[in-house]
């Protein structure tokens, strides 16, 4: 058995313990990884209002949400592929959704220091670190051993614990741990910062 743990029995059972989650929206984005565009049509009529009235509730307008909403469903579908099933569908699109909103402060920021100054950028929103496009974010994932991949997206995307991870992989925990921050490593090496799909979870990184 090698340092990260019996990797053969892990999709196996990475399946198996999460079908018993349940999340109606699981099949219609498998379908649409698949091709089906009308699995996307139903997709956005379950998600659109949620994700326009979370635009809202933080801070933007009727016309902003809308356009925010658009722009996360754009993202989906660039990063459909990174989307793990049977996981929760919903986790993963709020994810897209705070990184879209990230962007959207960064640039309100850079315009208003452009067209006022300091005083009015202050005024807008504090800058965040560069921004990681969600496509950057994608292909290097894509490039990472399977094992090293599910075990990071569980951890920093579905918020999973590394006993979790270790109890669905039928690993250890250290095993569990070891494979998220190998693919840590290689994410930030490919991507020069660290790859934060959710920014109100920073404490959570194992780097």
């Not at 951890?155 to 095993?175: C, D, K, T």
């Amino acid at each position: 058995m090698g340092e990260e743990g019996r990797g053969d029995e892990g999709p196996r059972c990475y399946h198996r313990a999460v079908d018993r989650d349940g999340d109606d929206l699981v099949p219609l984005l498998k379908a649409y990884q698949a091709g089906e565009l009308a699995a996307f049509e139903r997709l956005y009529a379950a998600l659109a209002g949620e994700l326009q009235r979370y635009f809202q509730a933080q801070g933007a307008t009727g016309a902003a949400a809308q356009d925010l909403a658009q722009d996360t469903f754009l993202e989906i579908h660039r990063s459909r592929h990174t989307y793990l099933p049977p996981l929760p569908v919903r986790p993963w699109v709020f994810g897209i959704a705070r990184h879209v909103l990230g962007r959207h402060r960064r640039a309100a920021w850079r315009r208003a220091r452009h067209e006022g100054g300091a005083e009015s950028a202050a005024a807008a929103v504090a800058p965040a670190a560069p921004a990681i496009e969600t496509r950057d974010l994608a292909d290097a994932l894509a490039r990472l051993p399977a094992s090293r991949r599910e075990a990071w997206v569980l951890h920093h995307v579905h918020g999973l614990s590394f006993q979790q991870i270790a109890e669905r992989f039928r690993i250890g925990v250290g095993a569990a741990k070891l494979r998220s921050s190998r693919a840590m490593r290689a994410l930030r090496a490919a991507l020069g910062a660290d790859p934060e799909i959710d920014p109100e979870r920073r404490g959570t990184r194992d780097g």
